[in-house]
């Protein structure tokens, strides 16, 4: 069973559109994260969130708002798409206690027309 | 915020020969360092990491090495083989909480043949 999971696994749009991911993890941990890897390959943290606290990355715009239903999702709501927002998204969990292993999820490849 | 630094950023070696890749970070707080492989198309995945209260740590072929008081930490792979093709990202975090980690650039390993 795969433990953390995406979808879609490719999103193709238009400029200025509207889009959603969604992450799901089935291990139990506490603290999720969004993670984009542009298209040289360069992985920045987004966010990372558990139950007590939302961490922003200063340099994320507010068009990008995670959304936590319950502790295993952590969904991706992208507003006005732009084109610069084309890369691949990576969902990510650790545990809570001596947490700091992440586990990655099969990525999400949003391309922007 | 943290910076992580990684050099090189293409490494070639022979088939069998050893690897070696070097980060150096900023943030004298960070007592988190893994190393994540990430094949062509793929998620990144955990391959070893070292907390700040351990000099060296070693997995088979695989081995990382901490440099508290320098900042900096290398990873090691010895005999290589073709499998080992891939690029290797390491990242630093304070650890606890929901704290993201901060990548480095990345270094795109060749091995070869």
């Known amino acids: 069973d795969t433990a953390v999971s995406q979808t879609p696994k490719y999103l193709v749009t238009q400029m200025g559109n509207d889009k959603s991911i969604k992450c799901e993890q089935n291990?139990?941990?506490?603290?999720m994260y969004w993670y984009k890897q542009d298209s040289k390959k360069f992985l920045k943290i987004m966010f990372s969130?558990?139950?007590?606290?939302?961490?922003i990355n200063e340099t994320v715009p507010n068009r990008f708002s995670p959304k936590s239903p319950d502790k295993a999702h952590l969904n991706l709501h992208i507003n006005s798409l732009e084109l610069g927002d084309s890369a691949v998204y990576f969902c990510?969990?650790?545990?809570?206690?001596?947490?700091?292993?992440?586990?990655f999820g099969p990525g999400t490849r949003l391309l922007v027309l | 915020g943290e910076n992580v630094e990684q050099h090189p950023s293409t490494l070639s070696v022979q088939e069998g020969d050893s690897a070696v890749i070097k980060c150096t970070y900023s943030?004298?707080?960070?007592?988190?360092f893994p190393w994540y492989k990430q094949e062509l198309g793929k998620r990144p995945q955990l391959i070893i990491d070292?907390?700040?209260?351990?000099g060296e740590k070693k997995d088979q072929r695989i081995a990382v090495t901490l440099n508290k008081t320098a900042k900096h930490f290398s990873l090691h792979i010895t005999e290589t083989q073709p499998e080992d093709s891939a690029v290797y990202f390491c990242?630093?975090?304070?650890?606890?909480?929901?704290?993201?980690?901060?990548f480095g650039k990345g270094t795109h390993l060749i091995i070869q043949p």
């Open positions: 969130y558990n139950n007590k606290e939302l961490i």
């Open positions: 990242a630093a975090s304070k650890g606890g909480g929901a704290d993201g980690l901060t």
């Open positions: 070292i907390r700040s209260n351990v």
């Open positions: 943030d004298s707080a960070s007592n988190y």
């Open positions: 990510a969990s650790s545990p809570s206690v001596g947490g700091e292993t992440q586990y």
């Open positions: 291990l139990g941990h506490d603290t």
